[in-house]
């Protein structure tokens, strides 16, 4: 069996300090053998990279960047909640928010960005359930904001 710890060196990345709530929420929290994360956004070294509609001032390939980014916050956030990325068994399921601009509608292609991510962290146990959303607007003017449900492992 290859850990998701052990795919994140393979891989090059390198598992994000959780970012600071910016309301009054935890950025995650368990519950018997689930993981649940608040909504996290593509913070990079604490800021925005981007912010806007996808659609308008923010393309579609630069959203599914920022997916892949508020992704691996979520993991982060997820795996602090439960002593480290190694005791995330399985993604149950990923809700992808997406600031669209009034005739964007591919929110599912900026979603791949961070289902793609999942897999390949967690190999065939980041395969999930997903809901991609487009909305008028994020907290920050983000483009993208991602919520992850996991299993962990007991």
């Not at 052990?6 to 600071?20: D, K, M, S, W």
């Not at 996290?40 to 997916?67: D, H, I, M, N």
């Not at 508020?70 to 928010?97: P, S």
Request: aromatic share 4%.
């Amino acid at each position: 069996m290859v850990y998701p710890s052990q795919r994140l060196i393979e891989l090059g990345i390198e598992l994000p300090t959780v970012p600071a709530p910016v309301a009054a929420y935890v950025p995650a929290i368990r519950d018997g053998d689930t993981v649940r994360t608040s909504g996290q956004l593509p913070f990079v070294s604490g800021r925005l990279s981007l912010s806007g509609k996808v659609g308008a001032a923010v393309s579609a390939e630069e959203a599914y960047t920022l997916a892949r980014s508020a992704a691996l916050n979520a993991v982060a956030a997820a795996a602090e909640a439960v002593g480290g990325i190694d005791n995330l068994e399985r993604v149950l399921h990923v809700t992808v928010f997406v600031a669209s601009a009034d005739d964007f509608t591919g929110q599912p292609q900026v979603a791949n960005g961070a289902s793609e991510l999942l897999g390949e962290v967690f190999g065939d146990a980041g395969e999930h359930t997903r809901s991609a959303v487009g909305v008028s607007v994020l907290p920050l003017d983000s483009p993208v904001e991602i919520e992850l449900t996991c299993r962990v492992r007991r």
